[in-house]
């Protein structure tokens, strides 16, 4: 069944069903459109709320975490006070219910609560969003920089920023409450300012949909919008980002070249203020033109620094396996504490655990971790096959590895003997990668 939402000419498309290949086919880059009671939807009240709640522990008790936003009508909040969430909260409802308790300002006025890289805060809920998502990269491709999730949670009147337009196509997933998303398929504004606050003049060139909890609206990246509350009640979505637009072939290249932490992998701009714009299209150039096409030899340019062939090649190994076990959202849930594994213990593969080479080392990677090992690729590969069975002991993993003296490796490698197999399978289950099916005394 489809219908429309529509206002002055404009519409929102309302799909009963979903499909990946119906969705590409009709929509994707194209108009917004808006499905009803998507399943199964990768986030949960519950869990979302638990997210936030990691997400905006603050390490500094007098700053909000440089990844959260915290707004009161239209204005910024920098110090934590009481306004984030807390776990006797124990809910959205119950978090929003303190607050109009406790602050007349957000009482009359509205909060916004926003949460940048959110499915870095809930492996589970990350794993089912890397899931969802999976069927668009069949189609599309993955993003190699890496799509975006923020959460959005309140009772704002509108988003803070106003009207603006990203370079993201957007999947909005509608988690609690009902929240309005207005839209212009052209600036409608004729000045310079990129957002505007006081829309109101705009109104009769919008058109918006509403969405509920269950239901997945889309719009394109060449779209204009604003959140909007309906009436006073709070609601609370998140966001998934696909970058669409503006994207320059040395954004690829800083990612491939330059080791990032979590913290920078969680601005989804940071590549934009900290390299040169590269005006050139990226375009195959004739076979009677030689070198590199333009926009790549003008990337490599801003990476003047990196000329030891061997460690850009290493680096780019690390870095492909990272991006392709990451699944287009990074940074990911960072891993686990690695576990002692006993000879007897059985284990087996629950994600795809991918490797490579670098000059002389292995590296496997899974869930957008990895690790260097000096085990040779024979050993590497038959740990992997066996592992990817219904259950082996680590034992027969180790096969006849000893303890002696392992050979001279890369300094960041795990040993070629049985210690260091058995810490890389370690390493591999605190990535999530690796599963326990039975243990002793377990």
Known sequence: MTGSARHKGHQVIVEERFTW????SRHWDRQAVLYKSVQPTPFDENEVFQAALRATEAP????IPPHAQFA?????QTAPESWLPRASDRTFTGYGRRLATTDAQVRSDGY???VHAFHTFHAAQWERERSFFAGLWEHVGLPTTGAITTLFHGTYEHTPVGVHKDRF?????????RKRMRFWTRRPWTHAATTVLDYEPYLQDSFSAEVEPGDLLYWPASHYHVGESVGKSMATSVNVGVPRENHRAVYDLDDLLVEHDARSLMD????????????ASLSVPDAATPGLPAALDQALSAFGTYTETARMRDRAVVQSLRTWTAGGLRPTPPPEEPRTLRDETLVRAVTPVLWGETEDARVCATNGHAVTTALDARCVTRML???SGPGVPVGELLGRLTDGPAAQSAADAL???RTGARRLLEVLESFRGVGRVWAPNE
Request: proline fraction near 12%.
């Open 72 to 76: 009161v009508g239209r204005f910024q």
């Open 268 to 279: 989804p701009d940071a590549a934009l203020a900290r390299l040169p714009a590269v005006p």
């Open 21 to 24: 290949a119906e969705f590409i």
């Open 112 to 114: 916004a609560l926003m």
């Open 169 to 177: 196509a957007t999947f909005l997933f509608a988690v609690q409450g």
């Open 415 to 417: 040993p070629a003997n």
């Open 60 to 63: 500094d008790p007098h700053l």
């Open 385 to 387: 096959d066996l592992l």
